[in-house]
């Protein structure tokens, strides 16, 4: 489970920051999320929706514990991210556009490495590996150097690693990002699957249609702000516009 | 320690897949001094061969005024004398590369040397190295000719050779073999493998933290239940085994460079081979092992402040300065131990090893030299640890 209570975070700027934010720019500083709250359950799948700088990444990267929230809590399976770091990540699988992976290792030795630091066990390791490579069809390529693969192939590297020791929460940004339709159809299913299994998914994308597919509750952010929280059902329901992608546009056009 | 050992092998096959690392760590220290040594040594034999089997042109500058030593002249071997050459051409023919040598005796030069008295003879040449050896050739005649002059007035005033020679200096000089070589030669290791060992940490640093975070590495990593610390070491780890592993190859190419160079003094052979004894090796290394462990300190702080694997070079690379500029004050004569060098750092290991190589080093100074150094390893430990902990470090690209 995921609480994210009243968070806010703030990042000092620097002067050539300032530049570059225009002379209409007043203050040291920009809230890039503000007081955002919301619960991701277990056994459901939450999407967490905005447009690019909305302050999704921010509000991931506190929840995967490499920033600190300013003020507000944030606690994943009752460890508090500020206090508790380690346990957060213990029980995490986090995958962003940021994170990135080692060109000169193989898909195994990274994936190995991964199991390595979070203590899994060699023969849970075996077990893991045979099962998430063979659903992400990852066998053919599981030694060729990570710097050779596609994006797509990359991209299923980065699942792997993120789901190798069996984390109860997954905060997935953008997971099918650059991937075919065949590639993205079998993580939606990985993610399905873990839903079943009672884990945690937090999931930010840009495709609609995986909106769809995939998630029960939702939550948009704009400029840092909370536009909407509740469940995918609801939302539907008190849509004014004719489609999911026509009403996102609406709600954040009506925030400014 | 399992945490600090997975991310340590992690490190170390990645950077040992990166071609770069294994050019800086290996490849180069392997092969400079060989390389050096044997491009060095065959310029310099081809050079000296050439000089001394050359035919000089000289010019004998005389108007009959120096008749015994232009006669003796007539006749040697590798010599060619140019006739007819005016006194005042004689400075622009050498420079020209027309003549390599010439002699101007002075008008009276037969008669003053007839009256006992010293004949002047002006001899040019063109000298631009140590070696000398055209001016050598040249002047062996001349010494010739004024050898048999003396032994002539000796004779004639019937003087012991002895009278010129009041005082027969026989200089001992009681530094031993080891000690001489040790000063010398020694001074140029330590300069060695400290430069090896800061360009061998130099390239996995910038790689393992600003390489890292311009990737996207270091975030991917941070995600993982661990300790910061711990995975600052793995990566300490690494760098410091590169230092080491590039001064270790530069020791083993040197040795190679040695080897293979044919026109070493055995004796000297015997001195340098000593010193490059395991005992002294591992001595050496144990005061480069704190001094790498500073060096890994300041380099990861520096690349994890850095937006970029370039902006990491361009800071890094003013800070080969300020290593080379103390390595090689410690090469200085008259730069010794004492307590406040003994503190100094780079310079305290330049001039410990060289004490050590010379076998005078002190204790008490070898042990000011230790306690300096790993005070300052641990403050640049700190140093990287509290850069490699700050959120503002990690994500500012």
């Known amino acids: 489970m995921i609480e994210v209570r009243n968070v806010t975070k703030t990042f000092k700027l620097s002067r050539q920051q300032k530049r570059e934010m225009g002379s209409a720019f007043r203050g040291d500083s920009v809230d890039a999320v503000s007081g955002v709250s919301f619960a991701c359950q277990p056994g459901r799948v ?54 990135q992976l080692y060109d000169r290792l193989t898909p195994n030795e990274l994936v190995r490495y991964y199991a390595n630091l979070h203590g899994v066990p060699r023969g849970d390791y075996e077990r893991r590996r045979a099962e998430v490579f063979q659903a992400l069809d990852m066998n053919a390529y599981a030694d060729r150097r ?11 590297v980065s699942i792997a690693r993120t789901m190798i020791h069996d984390p109860e929460v997954l905060v997935l940004d953008e997971a099918t990002s650059g991937l075919d339709v065949l590639a993205s159809r079998g993580i939606v299913d990985l993610i399905r699957r873990a839903r079943d299994r009672g884990k945690t998914v937090l999931f930010s994308t840009h495709r609609m249609g995986e909106v769809d597919q995939l998630c029960d509750d939702l939550a948009l952010i704009h400029r840092g702000r909370l536009l909407y929280d509740g469940t995918y059902d609801a939302f539907k329901r008190e849509m004014q516009a004719t489609s999911f992608e026509d009403e996102f546009i609406r709600r954040i056009e009506a925030a400014g | 320690m399992k945490t600090i050992a997975t991310v340590f092998k992690k490190e170390l096959i990645d950077s040992i897949r990166d071609r770069r690392t294994i050019v800086f760590m290996i490849i180069i220290p392997l092969l400079l001094f060989p390389l050096l040594f044997r491009v060095m040594s065959s310029i310099e034999k081809r050079q000296a061969q050439k000089q001394r089997v050359k035919t000089l042109r000289v010019a004998l500058v005389d108007r009959g005024n120096a008749a015994d ?122 300069y060695i493998f400290i430069i090896f060992c800061f360009m061998g940490a130099m390239y996995p640093a910038i790689d393992l933290g600003a390489g890292e975070k311009e ?39 040197l040795y190679i460079g040695i080897k293979q160079t044919a026109n070493i003094p055995p004796e000297f052979m015997d001195i340098i ?85 010379a076998g005078t080093i002190q204790t008490p100074h070898l042990i000011a030299v230790y306690v300096s150094l790993i005070g300052l390893a641990l403050l640049s430990l700190y140093g990287s640890v509290w850069w490699f902990k700050r959120e503002s470090t990690i994500f500012r690209t």
């Open chain 2, 273 to 357: 081979m000593k010193m490059l004894g395991w005992d002294t090796i591992i001595l050496v290394l144990s005061l480069l092992l704190p001094l790498t462990i500073f060096f890994a300190g300041v380099l990861l702080s520096v690349s994890l402040s850095a937006r970029s694997f370039k902006e990491a070079q361009s800071l890094i690379s003013p800070l080969n300065v300020a290593i080379i500029v103390p390595a090689a004050i410690g090469l200085m004569p008259g730069i010794e131990m004492t307590y406040v060098t003994a503190v100094i750092p780079v310079l305290n290991v330049s001039l410990a090893t060289k004490e050590i190589l």
């Open chain 2, 69 to 190: 030593f232009v006669s003796s002249m007539h006749g040697r071997s590798g010599l060619t004398l140019v006739d007819g050459v005016a006194a005042d051409s004689v400075t622009a023919m050498i420079q020209s590369d027309s003549l390599d040598g010439a002699f101007v005796f002075a008008e009276s030069f037969d008669q003053d040397v007839a009256a006992n008295r010293s004949g002047r003879v002006d001899f040019y040449f063109k000298s631009t190295d140590d070696r000398d050896i055209v001016e050598n050739r040249l002047r062996k005649p001349l010494d010739q000719y004024e050898k048999t002059l003396l032994a002539q007035r000796f004779n004639r005033l019937a003087i012991d050779s002895a009278v010129v020679d009041a005082v027969d200096v026989r200089a001992q000089n009681v530094a031993s073999i080891e000690e001489r070589v040790g000063k010398a030669v020694g001074g140029m290791l330590p």
């Open chain 2, 215 to 253: 990737r996207g590495t270091m975030e991917t990593l941070l995600t993982a239940p661990v300790n910061r610390f711990h995975i600052l070491l793995g990566k300490f780890g690494v760098v410091v085994l590169s230092g080491l592993m590039s001064a270790t190859v530069s020791i083993i190419g």
């Open chain 1, 46 to 99: 939450f999407g967490l929706l905005g447009p690019n700088g909305a302050g999704k990444t921010t509000a991931l990267r506190m929840i995967a514990t490499t920033l600190r929230p300013t003020s507000g809590t944030v606690l994943v399976q009752g460890f508090d991210t500020v206090r508790e770091p380690e346990r957060v990540r213990a029980s995490l699988g986090f995958l962003t556009g940021s994170t």
């Open chain 1, 146 to 156: 990570i710097g050779k693969l596609s994006t797509g192939m990359k991209q299923k």
